[in-house]
């Protein structure tokens, strides 16, 4: 397999999950800006969207958008418990956090990055972000991780969300259960892989 990334993009949140998975795979480096690969060939024709995360199978197909990719990956490796299992009520919970994090946060996160979003939108952008950490934060409250105990692929991908703040001005370093569940994450020794093979972590 191979994972087209960018690194501290979402793609990391696949990546980890295929460090956790103990899966074997390639990476494959597509900038962001410049749409193009190492080699100088054009991403667009790995994915028309122009975006990562893109796993791409050993048979050649391409998937994207990261919750699925990370499903996809929990479910090559059952025994990993990144997900609980299909058609179960915990698997739809699981579901539930991806899209909500992937909706509410992910995108809430958008316009700061984008150098076209007038300036006098920021401060709304960094509010509603705010909003939805305070949300998050209180359903951390007594838990390791989103799910419970069991650490899963929602975990990866709000972990890699939260770490945008920084850049953009949304300071989560109030969230008292948050800022524990971060840490907590950090310390995986495969999420510590990931960011080093990113160049994110020396």
């Not at 994972?3 to 990546?15: T, V």
């Amino acid at each position: 397999m191979k994972l087209y990334y960018s690194p501290g993009a979402c793609s990391l949140s696949p990546h980890i999950a295929l460090r956790e998975a103990g899966l074997s795979f390639d990476l494959m480096l597509a900038s962001t800006k410049t749409k193009k690969l190492q080699d100088g060939s054009d991403f667009y024709a790995i994915n028309s969207k122009g975006s990562v995360p893109v796993l791409e199978l050993d048979n050649g197909e391409r998937l994207t958008e990261g919750p699925a990719i990370v499903q996809y990956i929990a479910d090559l490796a059952p025994a990993s418990n990144l997900a609980p299992a299909a058609g179960s009520m915990a698997r739809y919970r699981l579901q539930e956090w991806l899209n909500y994090i992937t909706s509410e946060l992910h995108k809430g996160f958008s316009p700061l990055f984008n150098p076209a979003t007038p300036e006098d939108y920021k401060p709304l952008a960094r509010a509603a972000l705010m909003a939805r950490f305070t949300w998050v934060n209180a359903q951390l409250e007594g838990k390791q991780y989103l799910m419970g105990d069991q650490f899963t692929v929602a975990d990866a991908y709000l972990f890699v969300v939260s770490n945008w703040g920084q850049y953009v001005g949304v300071d989560v370093s109030g969230f008292e259960y948050l800022v524990a569940f971060r840490a907590r994450v950090a310390a995986r020794p495969a999420v510590q892989e990931a960011m080093k093979a990113e160049g994110l972590l020396k």
